[in-house]
């Protein structure tokens, strides 16, 4: 039977399937920080819930759904957490996109590293390893999305 953790974890990564934002806040513990790694992409500190949960949300205007298939689980008990390797694939908007939907198919490769509270139904802490190439490319797409939806109003 898995543990709480793990349920949690995988909790955590399946409700980016449908961009659920209160199902995601509600997993995260109310001083939860989460890191974006590698430092190469220029993310800086830990960033707090009240900035995550507004920067998830942003994405909402763009992206109706980001599938997440979970590779791996590995958890780790001494140390109450949960490292969770996985894929994922943005599924943009229509209003947002141009082109050809091919150039709008980027999905990438993640790496989650969950701290859990003791009872192991909160995340406290999360690192979130990025697939540097695709973080890049979707820079791009999400830049494009938002000078197409603002032709559109």
Not at 22 to 47: E, F, N, V
Not at 72 to 99: I, L, S, Y
Not at 119 to 140: H, I, M, N, P, Q
């Amino acid at each position: 039977m898995p543990s709480a953790r793990y349920n949690t974890a995988v909790k955590y990564i399946e409700a980016f399937n449908n961009l659920d934002l209160k199902s995601i806040m509600s997993l995260r513990a109310p001083k939860c920080t989460h890191q974006m790694a590698p430092a190469s992409l220029g993310y800086g500190d830990p960033i707090t819930n009240d900035v995550y949960e507004t920067s998830i949300s942003r994405f909402g205007r763009y992206i109706s759904a980001w599938p997440v298939e979970i590779k791996e689980v590995t958890e780790d008990e001494k140390n109450n957490r949960v490292v969770v390797w996985a894929t994922a694939q943005p599924q943009w908007r229509e209003e947002a996109m141009d082109g050809p939907k091919e150039d709008w198919e980027k999905g990438g490769e993640y790496m989650f590293t969950m701290c859990m509270d003791e009872s192991g139904e909160k995340l406290v802490r999360v690192v979130e390893f990025l697939d540097s190439k695709r973080t890049e490319e979707l820079r791009a797409l999400i830049a494009r999305a938002s000078k197409n939806l603002e032709k559109k109003e």
